[in-house]
């Protein structure tokens, strides 16, 4: 496709299941990020893949989230045993970045995800 | 790691005013400051990136400066529009180690007519 591709773009969950978030991003695209947007905050670092590279996980906030990057393209986000504050929207975003090349991020849509 | 403070949080301008939103971060060897733009129910986009070998950069309305001494850059609008009424993200990174790109919380920006 032609941009970032987020799904499913609405999940609503129960309190205790584990849910998974795919990003399709940009093809050639060799950064891959994943943030999260609670109501009225910020962008949340979670994790960050980089080429060939181990991911950057320093922004994952329990050991419930977890996140993988197969063959370098898609990636799936994996949040295990959901709580009610993980609800909030999870972006991913794909930019093409080297040594010197300074990626732009482009941002998909968003996964909204709520747990009641 | 990387820590990027923003401010102001909201910020309320008359059309035609200029807005000035500071973001100070921490890490001194982050080399690239971008800032996006997320319109209400859209994702970021974009704006404007500045690099930390330049202390400014223009494109049209929009300006931003750094000063690496203070570890702090700010994004300057001029002749705000209604349209220029948006969340705003600064970021930081040190791009050639390829870490993670880190935003600030963010400013609310409302341009009134």
């Known amino acids: 496709g032609a941009g970032v591709s987020q799904s499913p773009s609405n999940k609503v969950t129960e309190k205790g299941k584990d849910v998974e978030l795919r990003c399709d991003p940009i093809?050639?695209?060799?950064?891959l990020y994943w943030y999260r947007q609670s109501l009225g905050q910020g962008l949340e670092f979670l994790i960050y893949f980089q080429g060939n590279s181990a991911p950057d996980k320093s922004g994952l906030p329990s050991d419930r989230f977890s996140a993988e990057r197969t063959g370098g393209s898609v990636s799936t986000l994996t949040i295990q045993r959901t709580q009610q504050e993980d609800s909030a929207v999870y972006l991913c975003a794909s930019s093409f970045e080297g040594r010197i090349i300074t990626g732009e991020l482009f941002f998909g849509e968003g996964s909204r995800l709520t747990v009641l | 790691g990387e820590n990027v403070e923003q401010h102001p949080s909201t910020l309320s301008v008359q059309e035609g005013d200029s807005a000035v939103i500071k973001c100070t971060y921490s890490?001194?060897?982050?080399?690239?400051f971008p800032w996006y733009k997320q319109e209400l129910g859209k994702r970021p986009q974009l704006i404007i990136d500045i690099r930390s070998n330049v202390g400014e950069k223009k494109d049209q309305r929009i300006a931003v400066t750094l000063n690496k001494t203070a570890k702090h850059f700010s994004l300057h609008i001029t002749e705000t529009q209604p349209e220029d009424s948006a969340v705003y993200f600064c970021a930081a990174s040190i791009r050639q180690a390829g870490t993670a790109l880190i935003f600030g919380k963010g400013t609310t920006l409302s341009v009134s007519s």
């Open positions: 093809s050639g695209h060799t950064a």
């Open positions: 890490d001194s060897a982050s080399n690239y």
